[in-house]
């Protein structure tokens, strides 16, 4: 999924697509299909993580992937 996202924005030169936190504040972070995979102890470290890592009015937006089994998962 990385290696598509980075090919699909590659022509956008202020969104940069990683696996990991990035080394300064940023305005917007996102999160994709990721926190289904977490605890809950983990998916709370994360996001404290990632708060840490906006800007004073950055904001953090969260893709979730429901547990039970719905039509994306077909």
Same mark, same amino acid.
């Given at each position: 999924?990385?290696?598509?996202?980075?090919?699909?924005?590659?022509?956008?030169?202020?969104? #940069?697509?990683?696996?990991? /936190?990035? +080394? =300064?504040?940023?305005?917007? !972070?996102?999160?994709?299909?990721? *926190?289904?995979?977490?605890?809950? #102890?983990?998916?709370?470290? /994360?996001? +404290? =993580?990632?708060?840490?890592? !906006?800007?004073?009015?950055?904001? *953090?937006?969260?893709?979730?992937?429901?547990?039970?089994?719905?039509?994306?998962?077909?």
């Amino acid at each position: 999924k990385l290696r598509a996202a980075k090919r699909l924005l590659k022509k956008y030169k202020n969104i #940069v697509v990683t696996g990991t /936190l990035p +080394k =300064k504040q940023v305005d917007t !972070l996102v999160v994709l299909d990721v *926190l289904y995979l977490m605890s809950d #102890v983990e998916k709370i470290k /994360l996001v +404290k =993580k990632l708060a840490k890592k !906006l800007t004073a009015r950055g904001k *953090l937006l969260i893709s979730v992937v429901p547990k039970e089994k719905n039509w994306g998962y077909y």
